[in-house]
């Protein structure tokens, strides 16, 4: 009996131990998603994590500023396997539905997600998927219908820099939004 309880005992201690050890944070350059420049577009502040919640968003442009008088940035880019909205890419976002919203564009709004050469076909339209959709879920938050939002994967397909390299690959891992 006494061996039994020393063994539940040291079961149960090593589950909450490597329970507690699951969190990681994301160490130098893995902070920060690339950007076009190849050296990281890093964190305004936050965690990306909850970018993705649409709850977060709100009050016309979820408290990012940004000039609606200037055409914003038409891609946003993602960490490596990654389909979190990071602080930079909200921002763009953001001023992406502020932009719309002000100068009523009409047309649908398509928004394709992109990935880097690395992995399977299947993988990667699946990757750029779950980007592009991310990317419609905070742009639905932001006031825009959903009805004129337009998701779609080009996977691999349609790489923005055609180089086998961290640089290259950066660039490629991306949602572009497209006005039709």
Known sequence: MNRSRWLAVA???LSLGLLSGCGSTPKGDEAGADGADGKGVGRLGGSSANLNDPSRAGS???GYRFDVNVEPEHRIYFDYNSALINDRSAQVLAHNAGWILAHGPKGTITIEGHCDE???REFNL???QQRADAAVRFLVAQGMP???LKAV???KEKP???SHDDSAWSKNRRVEITLR
Do not use: D, H, Q
């Open 160 to 162: 923005l820099v055609p």
């Open 153 to 155: 994967s080009f996977g």
């Open 146 to 148: 959903a009805n004129r």
């Open 118 to 120: 690395r992995g399977t």
């Open 60 to 62: 016309g442009a979820g």
């Open 126 to 128: 699946a990757l750029g």
């Open 11 to 13: 079961l149960l201690s």
